[in-house]
């Protein structure tokens, strides 16, 4: 039978950074393949052979043999499973703990990030709204402040060690940097400590074009 290995589509520090970085965590083998997003050429995220395996143009995609995976978290989780590298907690109790730290960063945390961006080159021009960016900021203060309740006297996301829930985190806090967000001290330099991670490292020099 013909051996595959899983293929990772992205593209630099966007969400499918998650999906590198977490490969890179577990020590798979896997390929990676950068796409351009917003692009109809090949290798584009709107060529019809990247729609073909995520029908809303988007990164990351994970292939792994007839799987297809088009959402970061889920993919995180896969391979967090795939690697039993303890990603995430074994307990019922922390990985309950852990899977609603994962969904909030997914709906609360990330989301005024996704609006901004959205907002200024995702949507098309006509149905951009400017208007929307100071409400954007004060979202993402009031998530903040819901974060640190959170992570009051952690060192990590979850329980008392490095999870998938942190590579959530840690990407979403350097996304919001790159966007102009305000962020307290203690966040960025959580950032910093979570992306020397030498697995981080290495994901961060896949990711560069
Ligand atoms: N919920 C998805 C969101 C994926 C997503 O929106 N990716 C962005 C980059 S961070 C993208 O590819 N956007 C292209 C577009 O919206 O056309 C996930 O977490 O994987």
């Known amino acids: 039978m013909e051996s595959t290995m899983i293929k990772l589509y992205g593209s630099g520090p966007s969400r499918s950074f998650r999906a590198l970085w977490a490969l890179e965590e577990a020590g798979l083998d896997y390929e990676y393949q950068h796409i351009k997003i917003g692009s109809s050429e090949e290798n584009g995220s709107r060529h019809p052979s990247y729609t073909a395996i995520n029908r809303q143009g988007k990164v990351p995609t994970l292939v792994d043999g007839e799987l297809i995976l088009t959402e970061s978290a889920a993919i995180v989780n896969y391979v967090a499973r795939?690697?039993?590298?303890?990603?995430?907690?074994?307990?019922?109790?922390?990985?309950?703990?852990?899977?609603?730290?994962?969904?909030?960063?997914?709906?609360?945390?990330?989301?005024?990030?996704?609006?901004?961006?959205?907002?200024?080159?995702?949507?098309?021009?006509?149905?951009?709204?400017?208007?929307?960016?100071?409400?954007?900021?004060?979202?993402?203060?009031?998530?903040?402040?819901?974060?640190?309740?959170?992570?009051?006297?952690?060192?990590?996301?979850?329980?008392?060690?490095?999870?998938?829930?942190?590579?959530?985190?840690?990407?979403?806090?350097?996304?919001?940097?790159?966007?102009?967000?305000?962020?307290?001290?203690?966040?960025?330099?959580?950032?910093d400590r979570m992306y020397q991670r030498p697995a981080c490292q290495r994901a961060v020099v896949k990711a560069s074009p």
């Open 82 to 191: 795939l690697a039993d590298k303890q990603l995430m907690p074994r307990s019922v109790a922390e990985k309950a703990e852990y899977d609603e730290f994962c969904y909030f960063i997914l709906t609360d945390l990330e989301q005024p990030l996704w609006s901004k961006g959205k907002h200024t080159f995702i949507l098309p021009e006509e149905h951009r709204i400017e208007q929307m960016f100071a409400t954007v900021k004060w979202e993402f203060k009031r998530s903040i402040a819901a974060l640190d309740k959170q992570m009051e006297g952690r060192d990590y996301a979850v329980g008392n060690r490095f999870s998938g829930a942190d590579i959530l985190l840690a990407q979403t806090i350097n996304w919001a940097e790159r966007f102009e967000f305000e962020i307290p001290q203690k966040y960025l330099e959580y950032r």
